[in-house]
């Protein structure tokens, strides 16, 4: 699939099956996220892939904590999870982070997978719970969480959503 097939035909898939992904496509996926742009080419944001179906669980209800429209689990039932989160001290971080995230959907859908992401990295990663998976990974420093890049095999096909119009506005 070409990048511009892969952008207009892109979708947030919100129900995965739980079959695992091979860890090769997981690795393609998160290559294309790191080779996003950067500000200066900082490369201020990382990737925590999380396959552990444990952590994985665990994850879901920390975020499910902060949902204030509460759903069992806020992952869809995906069966990995690839949180991006990014050093603070560099002033792109924000749109780094945001970049790797649009490129690691980008990278899923191209490869034959659904992914989608899911707010709420930054309160979960604020939490003390979030900061003990990090500390246990070694991640030090000022790591804000910028999204949570769900990925597995699309339990649905779901229609392509109307965009809007008259959002261009030209000056020739």
Known sequence: MDALQAMLTRKS????KPDPVPQALIDQII????????????????????????????????NAGKDPFFRA???YGAPVVLVVLADKSVP???????????????????????????????????MDEGKEILKSLGIEGEYEGIGNCIL????????????????VYYIK
């Not at 899923?108 to 707010?119: E, K, P, R, T, Y």
């Not at 597995?152 to 959002?167: A, F, L, S, T």
């Open 31 to 62: 290559e294309a996220g790191l080779n996003a742009p950067s500000g200066l080419n900082k490369q201020a944001p990382i990737i925590v892939a999380v396959t552990n179906k444990e952590i994985r669980d665990k994850l879901s209800k920390l």
């Open 13 to 16: 898939i919100k129900k995965y």
């Open 152 to 167: 597995g095999y699309p339990d649905h096909d779901p229609d392509k959503k109307p965009r809007k119009e008259n959002r």
């Open 92 to 126: 792109t971080y924000l749109y780094d982070g945001s970049l790797v995230m649009e490129n690691l959907q980008l990278a899923a859908h191209a490869l034959g997978l659904g992914a989608c992401w899911i707010h709420r990295a930054r309160e979960t990663f604020e």
């Open 73 to 75: 689990d806020p992952f």
